[in-house]
């Protein structure tokens, strides 16, 4: 027999699918959820249809294990048996609790066209660890569920086989030595039935049926009866039991354990409407028939507490909660709900409340005042000691808020916002507050002092609180004591000056605030202490002990004495004390007054040290002009010779112009040597400005370093840190170079054993604090370079001489002593100012201080080679003859012209008769008659664009800023060399012709 293959109907999805899943919304209560699903269970029949396999798919499929809850076709989340049985466990009311509250969620869904087959949908199921899969529509609407049994179930089916249409098709011919049939047992479980064919001579032909294997169903059985007896578990666990009554036939139904709830045995029938009215409390028992008939009429919730009466004559409440049904025409057809035994509850709320009339009790009989703040802040409950502190009745305070009608205040008098009353405060943090002092004025006028507590109160699992407990307390005397002790307390803190009380045996017993500020300690820290090892150095001791005697003796002592503050800082302070003295008449303790004077003492010492240099840079400067204006000639005329030697080419004079060319080089060299200490002692004195140009000090110490790492000892460390956005000087580099190798060198010899040489630099900005403590420092930006050397460092009676002209501690020969005094010279013509710290055997750092500049070009570099004229005139002004012939006689032996003039008015002549020829002007500043300043001046009105080099022996920064002001370009200070005349005379004449 063949069969055709369209006639076996295998599984698809929708064998698994259920249609028809158990639904709910998400205001809908837990309980109602339980009573959906303890109702369907209740519903599924035996199989009983000869349609066995169709049955058992329904009955695969209507396993109601879980509830989805759905709005508008749409699942929003899902409660399973395995929800139910935790949330048990944590005693919620079933009754009170919404599904949307504890329903799982977000829900793993698919839709159902994304399914190829029954092992797509399992593999969702086996990747997410879940029981239940909601399949969807496209439009996320709900089309069923599907769980693994069901999907499983479906794959179990043994093919079925249309006997009938498998029949009527055209058979082949039987061979008659096969069986006739297929026998199955007769008590074949798995026999579904038979259909047998017989022909005409009553034989049979046909012999069909179908076997399934239900071991599964028989297992899926065993879990529905276990997961009941879990769900009885959970409600019995609970307290709770569910109810159902047809109100069309009266008939009622309740869970197995329901008769527990009512003191009757577990598995107890329902009992009738009637009966069950028997079990309520007859006080009860109208209130329960109202319930009931106004749910039904009014088609409201049905939700009722009452109490039962158990068999032994027990008391118990209960709480009952239903919904009813209703057909298409409104008719009332079903009620359905929970009961759950509230006994515990009702036992724990009378215990509440006897709790609450016996802290009700203590609160009344307290002395503090106790008000209760509503989460709107109003004040609902306040007890007697409330009303007699703030003298009003409670009439008139209860409902009153935190406002401006309390007419509260701080301590300092200004108003308490109401926002941060503790009450409020409370409410808006969920924080508690404590000893808030508030002042409140009473209805008579009356200031009254409040010490003020606030306790926040919560429920469950809510983060606001909903009331606070308020308590105070009448501090008003205890405050008005306390204000005049601030007031006397007040007195010596206003005091800037430190104010302290030691006892005889040398302990501190009062510390005020001026002592904090100048010692630094704490009063907590210091008080009780000893101060002798805090605030006096070693080198005090003597004189404390001297204080001591004195101030017993004579009752009081003042005097200078050096302290040592918290950060270690050595100070003086001018001191007064004076004995306190007890009732007897005897020494109890010692006031003492500490006026810091630090300061003053440092700008005194400034204010001597700088009068001592002035002096010495007066006498130093008068006589700076002359012997620049006698060294100039020699320096000139020496090299003049020495050219002109040169240029001798007889044999017989070669001999005695070598010699000749000694002498000059002797007295060419030894004029440089003075002209350069002149230079040094000016500097010095008055402050000597060259070339002024921006210059990258960053340069010039890497410079610096490099000589030393060259010149330099090998045990001689050599180290820089200097920042990349330095910031430029402008000054001379010749000279701040200079500056720099003195430094570096008088590190270099304070260490002759070896050490470390360290040049640093920063960019800061000295303020008008710092600026008041250096007389010579003024508010702005500098730069601070810092020379640091670990040599054998300077004690202080040699660091208050160091920068004073020929002042040197080295061994007579090798040194002069003007080489810090050029130090301070140079850095003052600058518009610095130099510091320096040293201390015996640990080293020395000299604080160079520079005003700084945004502009940073390139450092300007000489020429090497001395450049020639072309021929133009000069006009050359000085009224000493011997410079003028000099400067003459340079300037044409470089192929210059040149005219002459002994003053400025010769000068305004010969210009006048010369201005077209005259190229440019070498000019005196100071000569008789006419200086050089009127001079220029006048040439600029008859030429503006006059080119003119200015010469001064006496170069001052006030004479050099002068110059430079009145438009000249070039600045050539006394004594100079032939090359320093060329260069500058060839500059200016090409600048003016660019």
């Given amino acids: 027999m063949q069969f055709d293959e369209h006639l076996i109907d295998l599984p698809t999805l929708y064998h698994g699918i259920n249609l028809y899943p158990l639904t709910i919304d998400p205001d809908s209560y837990v309980v109602d959820a339980i009573a959906l699903m303890y109702q369907k269970r209740n519903q599924i029949l035996p199989f009983t249809s000869l349609n066995a396999v169709e049955n058992a798919r329904n009955w695969y499929l209507q396993k109601t294990s879980c509830v989805l809850v759905v709005e508008a076709e749409k699942v929003l989340g899902i409660l399973t048996e395995r929800d139910i049985f935790r949330l048990a466990g944590s005693n919620i009311d079933f009754s009170e609790v919404k599904m949307a509250e504890v329903m799982a969620q977000p829900v793993i869904k698919m839709k159902l066209s994304h399914f190829q087959d029954i092992l797509k949908a399992l593999s969702v199921l086996h990747n997410h660890q879940i029981g239940h899969l909601p399949i969807v529509d496209d439009d996320e609407r709900l089309v069923g569920v599907v769980t693994a049994n069901s999907l499983l179930h479906g794959f179990n089916q043994l093919p079925m086989v249309n006997i009938v249409d498998a029949v009527n098709k055209p058979?082949?011919?039987?061979?008659?030595?096969?069986?006739?049939?297929?026998?199955?047992?007769?008590?074949?479980?798995?026999?579904?039935?038979?259909?047998?064919?017989?022909?005409?001579?009553?034989?049979?032909?046909?012999?069909?049926?179908?076997?399934?294997?239900?071991?599964?169903?028989?297992q899926t059985e065993e879990l529905l009866r276990q997961s009941e007896e879990r769900l009885v578990l959970a409600l019995t666990s609970a307290h709770m039991g569910i109810f159902d009554w047809n109100l069309l036939t009266n008939d009622t139904l309740w869970s197995a354990n329901m008769g527990l709830l009512y003191g009757l045995p577990q598995g107890t029938i329902c009992p009738s409407p009637e009966a069950f009215l028997e079990l309520v409390h007859p006080e009860d028992r109208t209130s329960f028939q109202d319930a009931v008939k106004c749910s039904i009429e009014q088609h409201q919730k049905f939700a009722i507490t009452y109490r039962v009466i158990w068999p032994d004559g027990s008391i118990h409440w209960l709480s009952s909660r239903g919904e009813t049904y209703y057909n298409e025409i409104g008719q009332p057809i079903r009620m359905i709900g929970t009961t759950r035994d509230i006994s515990d509850r009702k036992q724990a709320e009378a215990a509440l409340k006897e709790s609450e009339e016996r802290y009700r009790s203590v609160v009344a009989a307290m002395q503090e005042g106790v008000v209760l703040h509503e989460r709107d802040g109003k004040v609902v409950a306040c007890n007697a000691s409330a009303e007699k502190i703030l003298g009003l009745s409670s009439d008139r305070i209860i409902g009153r808020v935190c406002d401006a009608s309390w007419r509260s205040i701080y301590t300092d008098g200004s108003p308490f916002p109401d926002e941060k009353h503790p009450a409020m405060v409370s409410l808006h943090t969920g924080e508690p507050c404590s000893n808030v002092i508030m002042g409140i004025e009473k209805p008579n006028g009356q200031l009254t002092w409040l010490s003020i507590n606030s306790q926040p109160l919560f429920r469950n699992n809510e983060s606001t609180p909903y009331e606070v407990v308020v308590s105070f307390s009448d501090i008003t005397e205890q405050q008005q004591a306390e204000q005049k002790i601030r007031e006397q307390a007040a007195l010596l803190d206003v005091a800037t000056d430190a104010i302290f009380v030691r006892d005889l045996n040398n302990h501190i017993l009062f510390w005020n605030r001026g002592a904090e500020s100048l010692y630094g300690w704490s009063a907590s820290e210091i008080l009780g202490t000893e101060p002798k090892t805090l605030l006096d150095p070693e080198t005090s001791a003597h004189r404390h002990k001297i204080a001591l005697k004195t101030v017993i003796a004579a009752g009081v002592w003042q005097g200078e004495l050096q302290k040592i503050t918290k950060s270690g800082q050595n100070i003086i302070v001018e001191s007064?004390?004076?004995?306190?003295?007890?009732?007897?008449?005897?020494?109890?303790?010692?006031?003492?007054?500490d006026t810091d004077i630090t300061q003053k003492k440092q700008l005194e010492e400034q204010f001597f040290r700088t009068q001592r240099l002035e002096s010495l840079g007066t006498l130093a400067g008068g006589i700076a002009h002359d012997l620049n204006n006698i060294l100039t000639p020699i320096l000139a005329a020496a090299q003049l010779l020495q050219n002109r030697n040169n240029r001798k080419s007889e044999p017989s004079s070669i001999a005695g112009g070598k010699r000749s060319q000694q002498l000059l080089k002797i007295i060419e060299n030894n004029a440089q040597r003075g002209a350069g200490l002149v230079k040094q002692v000016l500097s010095f004195a008055r402050g000597c400005k060259g070339e002024r140009t921006i210059i990258q000090l960053k340069h010039l110490i890497t410079d610096i370093i490099l000589i030393g790492k060259q010149t330099f000892p090998k045990s001689i460390e050599c180290a820089t840190k200097l920042p990349e956005d330095l910031c430029a000087v402008s000054g001379n580099a010749t000279q701040l170079h200079q500056v720099l190798m003195n430094l570096v060198v008088n590190a270099r010899d304070a260490m002759p054993k070896g050490g470390k040489i360290s040049i640093s630099a920063e960019n800061i900005f000295i303020d008008e604090a710092y600026a008041s403590m250096n007389i010579n420092a003024q508010v702005g930006h500098y730069i601070l370079v810092k020379i640091c050397d670990t040599g054998i460092g300077m004690p202080p009676k040699i660091l208050d001489r160091i920068f004073e002209p020929f002042f040197t501690t080295k061994e007579a020969g090798t040194g002069t002593g003007l080489g810090l005094s050029t130090v301070l010279g140079i850095t003052k013509s600058h518009g610095g100012f130099v510091t320096v710290t040293s201390k015996v055997g640990e080293g020395s750092q000299f604080n160079l201080f520079l005003p700084a500049v945004s502009a940073i070009p390139d450092l300007i570099t000489e020429n090497a080679a001395i450049p020639q004229g072309n021929g133009e005139l000069i006009l050359v002004v000085d009224d000493e003859v011997q410079i003028c012939e000099i400067i003459k006689m340079i300037l044409e032996n470089h192929n210059y012209r040149t005219l002459t003039a002994n003053n400025g008015i010769e000068a305004i002549a010969l210009y006048a008769q010369h201005k077209h020829q005259i190229n440019a002007i070498v000019m005196d500043m100071l000569m008789p008659e006419m200086n050089g300043e009127t001079a220029i001046r006048t040439l600029q009105k008859m030429n503006p664009k006059v080119q003119i080099i200015a010469c001064s022996g006496q170069n001052s920064p006030a004479g050099l800023e002068q110059v430079t002001g009145i438009g000249v370009d070039q600045v050539l200070p006394k004594p100079f060399t032939t090359p320093e005349l060329l260069n500058s005379l060839h500059n200016l004449l090409k600048k003016s012709a660019v």
């Fill in 576 to 593: 007064r004390w004076t004995v306190m003295r007890d009732a007897a008449g005897k020494p109890k303790s010692i006031l003492i007054v």
């Fill in 171 to 218: 058979q082949v011919n039987l061979n008659q030595t096969r069986p006739a049939a297929l026998c199955y047992p007769a008590d074949n479980s798995n026999k579904l039935g038979e259909l047998l064919t017989e022909n005409k001579q009553r034989q049979i032909y046909v012999y069909g049926g179908v076997a399934e294997d239900i071991t599964e169903r028989k």
